[in-house]
């Protein structure tokens, strides 16, 4: 099994910045994808952001520009910068782990961002 620890989230507004944080343990396999989902009210669960263990990142349209991933394999830790946040950026973000980013095996129990003025 894996767990997380995410941190970071909270509320800003329009325009501003936040850095979530997802620390890992237990099984974790060196070659796993980590990265971040989100779901918004009423929407379904999205692909936000993933790394491959060899730094290889992908985004969705969304965000390209505005958030970065990054990993530190040491830590098993990944972060996500999220700068020029907009209001339909609010939503839970997800932590989560695994071979295939686009299904991933674990997941973490979510960290509230709100985008509102």
Request: with cysteine.
């Amino acid at each position: 099994q894996v767990q997380f620890v995410e941190s970071g989230g909270g509320l800003v507004q329009p325009g501003g910045s936040l850095r979530l944080s997802c620390a890992a343990s237990g099984k974790i396999f060196s070659g796993y994808t980590m990265g971040w989902y989100r779901q918004a009210p009423g929407k379904q669960r999205e692909l936000v952001a993933g790394i491959s263990s060899g730094g290889y990142t992908h985004y969705a349209d969304s965000v390209k520009g505005r958030f970065t991933i990054s990993r530190d394999n040491a830590k098993n830790t990944v972060y996500l910068q999220m700068n020029s946040l907009k209001p339909e950026d609010t939503a839970v973000y997800y932590c989560n782990a695994g071979f295939n980013p686009y299904a991933p095996d674990y997941w973490g129990q979510g960290t509230q961002v709100t985008v509102s003025s």
